[in-house]
């Protein structure tokens, strides 16, 4: 049973830029939660999707969306890259109604330069 | 918002017994969590508490009082490869998300 997975592994863009990451759930979960880790810093909610709908929202602009598929995978898309955008993009998955089961993907690792 | 704090940093001697402490203030309370994650790495799932008290898994316990806004995640028998940061993360009542500490650097020392 393969775990929450992620692509790309890295990935460097110029300020300005647009990146979109990946991230395919694990089996059976269907409930998507998107991360921000800088370094030395714990990771910070950007969004939840479920059922295709963005459920919640952190603190982060308009810049950062997302999407879920009808297979529960999910896009996260970042417009007019930043410097500070530069971090660790942590995808992490749970069963609906399992709150104490929620598991993360090896991450992407951002560097915008 | 979510206040939440741990010590940055903690050495021990191999063998020996670690104890994070994590501070909490958050909207309400549904749970908290400790992860493991090493360097580079995604946060690996260690423990879950939501009623007070003590939960032992193997070498690691983790401990809550919600009254008083405080759990602990003790390390036992330390090993090298325990070498990692270790956060601490809060579910606030109604809320989907988990608010995460900045974590623990925890280094073991043979």
């Known amino acids: 049973d393969a775990g929450v997975t992620q692509s790309p592994t890295h990935l460097i863009k110029t300020r300005g830029q647009q990146v979109t990451l990946r991230c395919s759930p694990k089996?059976?979960?269907?409930?998507v939660s998107w991360y921000q880790q800088a370094l030395g810093q714990g990771p910070q909610f950007i969004f939840q999707?479920?059922?295709?709908?963005?459920?919640q929202r952190g603190n982060f602009p308009d810049r950062f969306s997302g999407h879920q598929f009808p297979n529960y995978s999910s896009e996260l898309n970042v417009n007019a890259l930043l410097l500070g955008d530069s971090a660790l993009y942590l995808c992490?998955?749970?069963?609906?109604?399992?709150?104490?089961?929620?598991?993360f993907g090896p991450g992407t690792r951002l560097l915008v330069l | 918002g979510q206040n939440i704090d741990q010590p940055t940093e903690m050495t021990a001697t191999e063998g020996a017994i670690v104890q994070i402490n994590c501070t909490y203030q958050?909207?309400?309370?549904?749970?908290l969590f400790w992860y493991q994650q090493h360097a580079g790495e995604a946060p690996t799932f260690l423990s879950y508490?939501?009623?007070?008290g003590l939960e032992e898994k193997g070498r690691f316990s983790s401990f809550l009082s919600r009254s008083k806004g405080y759990s602990y995640l003790l390390l036992k028998e330390l090993q090298m490869k325990d070498s990692a940061s270790y956060l601490c993360?809060?579910?606030?009542?109604?809320?989907?998300?988990?608010?995460f500490g900045a974590g623990t650097t925890v280094t073991v020392r043979a």
């Open positions: 089996s059976g979960h269907d409930t």
């Open positions: 992490a998955s749970r069963p609906q109604g399992a709150e104490e089961t929620q598991y």
């Open positions: 958050t909207s309400g309370f549904n749970g």
């Open positions: 993360a809060v579910r606030p009542s109604n809320d989907y998300k988990l608010s």
């Open positions: 999707y479920y059922e295709e709908e963005e459920r």
């Open positions: 508490n939501v009623l007070d």
